[in-house]
C-alpha cells in the first residue's frame, strides 16, 4: 500500500496566518490526492481533490498543489473555522485507498 | 440533499461478525460508487472498501478475507460485514459516497468489540 505522510502531525497558528500542511506518498500518485478536513464529532468533509481542485463552497483561501509524491496544502489567512484535523488521502488503480495520519491545526 | 445514514448494532463481542448498513437518500445508489471507511477513536482514517450498483466490489487487502460488501438497489442502501472481529476493530465506521474521492459521508456510528 501507497503510504502518506504528513507534516507536521501538529500545529499551532494564529488568526490571519498562512499555513501549509505537506503531504508525501511514499509511490507517484500522479494527481490522485486530496485534502480533507475533520472538526470533532464529525465526518471529514472534501476541501480539494485531484490535488487542486477545490471543491464548489470552500472558501478560496484553501488551495492545493503538487503531483507525484508531494503535496501540500496552504490555507492562506486561517480563520476561526479553520481549526481542525486535515488529512491527505491518495487513489491509485491497483493500490488501495490509502490516507495520511493527520495534521491538527490549534489555535495558538 | 444527498444524504447517507448508518444504521446496526453499537456493541458486538469479540469472533463475531459486525453488520451495518449505509441508507442513502437525495440520490440514486444506481449511480457513483460507495464505501465503507473507519477512524478508531482519536485515530486516522481506514478505507474499507467500496462497491457499485451492480455488485462489483473493491476492499482494502488488510481486510480483505473479513470483509463483505453487498448493495440493495430496491432499498437504495449498501451494507457492510466484517466477520471474526476483534478489539482493533473498535471504530466508528462511516459510508460515504464516490470514487476516488468521498463527497459525502454519514454521521458516522461508533463500533465497540467487548464481550
Known amino acids: 500500500a501507497i503510504q502518506l505522510t504528513q507534516s507536521p502531525s501538529s500545529l499551532s497558528a494564529s488568526l490571519g496566518d498562512r499555513v501549509t500542511i505537506t503531504c508525501r506518498a511514499s509511490q507517484g500518485v500522479s494527481s490522485s490526492l486530496a485534502w480533507y478536513q475533520q472538526k470533532p464529532g464529525k465526518p471529514p468533509k472534501l476541501l480539494i481533490y485531484?490535488?487542486?481542485s477545490l471543491i464548489s463552497g470552500v472558501p478560496s483561501r484553501f488551495s492545493g498543489s503538487g503531483s507525484g509524491t508531494d503535496f501540500t496544502l496552504t490555507i492562506s489567512s486561517l480563520q476561526p473555522e479553520d481549526f481542525a484535523t486535515y488529512y491527505c488521502q491518495q487513489f491509485n488503480t491497483y493500490l488501495p485507498i490509502t490516507f495520511g495520519q493527520g495534521t491538527r491545526l490549534e489555535i495558538k | 440533499q444527498v444524504q447517507l445514514q448508518e444504521s446496526g448494532p453499537g456493541l458486538v463481542k469479540p469472533s463475531e461478525t459486525l453488520s451495518l448498513t449505509c441508507s442513502v437518500s437525495g440520490d440514486s445508489i444506481s449511480t457513483y460508487y460507495w464505501n465503507w471507511i473507519r477512524q478508531p477513536p482519536g485515530k486516522g482514517l481506514e478505507w474499507i472498501g467500496s462497491i457499485y450498483y451492480s455488485g462489483s466490489t473493491n476492499s482494502n487487502p488488510s481486510l480483505k478475507s473479513r470483509v463483505t460488501l453487498s448493495v440493495d438497489t430496491s432499498k437504495n442502501h449498501f451494507s457492510l460485514k466484517l466477520t471474526s472481529v476483534t478489539a482493533a476493530d473498535t471504530a466508528f465506521y462511516y459510508c460515504a459516497r464516490g470514487s476516488p474521492y468521498f463527497d459525502y459521508w454519514g454521521q458516522g456510528t461508533l463500533v465497540t468489540v467487548s464481550s
Open positions: 485531484h490535488a487542486s
